[in-house]
């Protein structure tokens, strides 16, 4: 891998922003949620939470690229625990739906932790999200159609959301360079060691400075592997 690539990724991960995500309300499309997953990639969102749909299974393709493998996803069985998880980490919810309490999406403050909460294709918002969520978000709409597609909406708000987020400077904010950063870079940067290491269960090898896997002396790199599992 080059130098370039390696510096790519430092940054992309530095500017990563763990207080901001999207739920996804039981959206089932697979295409919508490539589209959701993509964007949210490229506002710096981390990790995209899903509920699952009533029917079928929640599958998405990945987009171009592979970007799914830069996102992790987590799917709740239901919107409550989805929202209580959320709601446990200090985010406020925001709903993209059409309600008497709604507000222009560009007048919420979206540089809170917060999490952007998605209705389904078809129905929309359940009846709990409506009523659960800190906020209502609207986009104004002037033509015959009642809303825009749902990864349209999602990549709309995120947008503005993200303007807010550089303004008030929070893509440049020191970051921990804890041991999941360091695993998540080592995953971004060599996904067929991690299949080889998860595979025969065991650590990931170290790299250098210029992102290049080491190779193991000690013998202590060959124990079954545990936290790097997900």
Known sequence: MSRERFEKF???LRQRQPDMTVLTDKVHKAQNISAILRTAEAAGIGTLHMVKPER?????????????RFTEQVVHENIEQGMAHLKGQ??????????????DYREADYTRPFALVMGAEKHGLSDYASREADAHVTIP????????????????????AMQQRQK????????????????T???????????YCKAHKLHYPA?????????PKDERYRRPFDSHEK
């Open 10 to 12: 430092k940054q992309v």
């Open 56 to 68: 079928g299974h929640l599958v998405y393709h990945n987009t171009a690229g592979g970007i799914g």
């Open 90 to 103: 200090g985010m406020a919810l925001y709903a993209a739906h059409w309600s008497d309490r709604a507000i």
């Open 141 to 160: 709409i002037i033509g015959l159609v009642e809303s825009y597609n749902v990864s349209v909406a999602a990549a709309i708000i995120l947008q503005e």
């Open 168 to 183: 008030a400077g929070l893509y440049e904010r020191e970051v921990n360079e804890d041991e999941h950063y360091h695993t």
């Open 185 to 195: 870079l080592f995953e971004w940067m060599h996904p067929k060691m991690v299949r």
């Open 207 to 215: 790299i250098d400075e210029d992102g290049d896997i080491i190779p």
